[in-house]
């Protein structure tokens, strides 16, 4: 069975750093696209970024370029969210979630609605003074 805990969440100034991971269990995270996503207070749901399975490429939103790098340790089974230089913009939910779905071309999306392999429970970002 398919699951995916997030973690590393957490209280951060603004201009700080945080990394978030996202242990999967179940399956092999290079078998799928994994993809970030967060929700802030009263707003829908956004992508985030994402990384393709069998190519590895990579997506951000513009809303977070180029402040935001995402990876994957196969060995651990792990898929990370390097934040830099955060903002008060970035306070949310962050979620993340597998999908075998990708472009023609090996390209992750970052439309949530083409994850529907699994999603975590969440871990909570505040970008606060």
């Known amino acids: 069975q398919l699951h995916l805990v997030e973690s590393g969440g957490g209280l951060v100034q603004p201009g700080g750093s945080l990394t978030l991971s996202c242990a999967a269990s179940g399956f092999r995270v290079d078998d799928y696209a994994i993809g970030w996503f967060r929700q802030a207070p009263g707003k829908e749901r956004e992508g985030v970024s994402c990384i393709s399975n069998e190519r590895g490429s990579v997506n951000y939103a513009d809303s977070v370029k180029p402040r935001v790098t995402i990876s994957r340790d196969n060995a651990k089974n792990t898929v990370y969210l390097l934040m830099n230089n955060v903002e008060p913009e970035d306070t949310a939910a962050y979620y993340c979630?597998?999908?075998?779905?990708?472009?023609?071309?090996?390209?992750?999306?970052?439309?949530?609605?083409?994850?529907?392999?699994?999603w975590g429970q969440g871990t909570l970002v505040t970008v606060s003074p």
């Open positions: 979630a597998a999908t075998l779905t990708t472009t023609y071309g090996g390209d992750c999306l970052l439309s949530d609605a083409w994850y529907t392999e699994g």
